[in-house]
């Protein structure tokens, strides 16, 4: 479950992130409605959700069917949102304890994201056993 104190932050992460995107239409409601449905499918027992920390360093995840494959379990990052002060060993312990979630409920794969503005993490996620497997390019569609 998604702790109540979370989810505007959750939603002011998304909404920041999608406006470096060029993304439009993120409005508050389009995406409290999403959170809702993230809750929907893990009562259905389709998705486990992982959601921690404070509204100014959280980590918001999940353990999903993966793509096109629904036999195994794939376990990401939705959202994490770290302030300044938060940046470094606060917001690693927390990535390290979702990878230790996932890998307690059994997901059968983990990704995590990097930020091109921190090349350090990759290497964390290196020495953590992680492989840097693609780079992601983003474009914006016409609607």
């Known amino acids: 479950m998604i702790p109540e104190h979370l989810?505007?932050?959750?939603?002011k992460a998304i909404q920041y992130k999608?406006?470096?995107?060029?993304?439009?239409?993120?409005?508050?409601?389009?995406?409290?409605?999403?959170?809702?449905?993230?809750?929907?499918?893990?009562?259905?027992?389709l998705f486990k959700v992982f959601c921690e920390g404070e509204p100014d360093a959280f980590v918001f995840g999940i353990i999903m069917?993966?793509?096109?494959?629904?036999s195994l379990s794939h376990a990401t990052i939705l959202v994490s949102w770290f302030t300044g002060e938060n940046r470094?060993?606060?917001?690693?312990?927390?990535v390290e304890k979702f990878v230790k979630w996932a890998e307690e409920n059994k997901a059968d794969g983990i990704e995590l994201d990097d930020c091109l503005c921190n090349p350090g993490v990759g290497r964390i996620y290196?020495?953590?056993?992680?492989?840097?497997?693609?780079?992601?390019?983003?474009?914006?569609?016409?609607?």
């Open 7 to 11: 989810k505007e932050a959750i939603v």
């Open 18 to 45: 999608g406006e470096l995107l060029g993304q439009k239409d993120l409005s508050v409601e389009a995406i409290k409605k999403s959170i809702q449905d993230v809750e929907y499918l893990e009562n259905c027992q």
């Open 65 to 70: 069917p993966y793509h096109l494959c629904l």
């Open 88 to 94: 470094g060993i606060k917001s690693i312990k927390l």
């Open 126 to 143: 290196e020495k953590w056993g992680f492989k840097r497997v693609e780079t992601h390019y983003y474009k914006v569609g016409d609607k």
